[in-house]
């Protein structure tokens, strides 16, 4: 059974950081796409970044130049390091992945910004 588990979030104050882990695991015999949306409350989920199997990533605007994706293929992991954080990312984060030609999605992590 494939399972997508994220880490990392918490309550950070306007301009600080975090750092958000996903790991892949279960029967994969096939990971491409990583990538990362969140759903902040009353609004619909919406795209945050995602990184193919190679090195090629996209972003929304609404992050670009503040957050970064990485993976680390041997892990089977996805990662999404956050700058310079607003009360507007605010949102649970969810991870997802194409694994063994099927999309899957995770649990979520709480990202809460406030001072």
């Known amino acids: 059974q494939v399972q997508l588990v994220e880490s990392g979030g918490g309550l950070v104050q306007p301009g600080g950081s975090l750092r958000l882990s996903c790991a892949a695991s279960?029967?994969?015999?096939?990971?491409?796409?990583m990538g990362w949306y969140r759903q902040a409350p009353g609004k619909q989920r919406e795209f945050v970044a995602t990184?193919?199997?190679?090195?090629?990533?996209h972003y929304a605007d609404s992050v670009k130049g503040r957050f970064t994706i990485s993976r680390d293929n041997a892990k089977k992991m996805v990662y999404l390091q956050m700058a310079s954080l607003k009360p507007e990312d605010t949102a649970v984060y969810y991870c997802?992945?194409?694994?063994?030609?099927?999309?899957?999605g995770g649990q979520g992590t709480q990202v809460t910004v406030s001072s």
């Open positions: 997802s992945a194409d694994i063994n030609g099927l999309h899957y």
């Open positions: 279960g029967s994969i015999y096939s990971l491409n796409g």
């Open positions: 990184i193919t199997s190679g090195v090629y990533t």
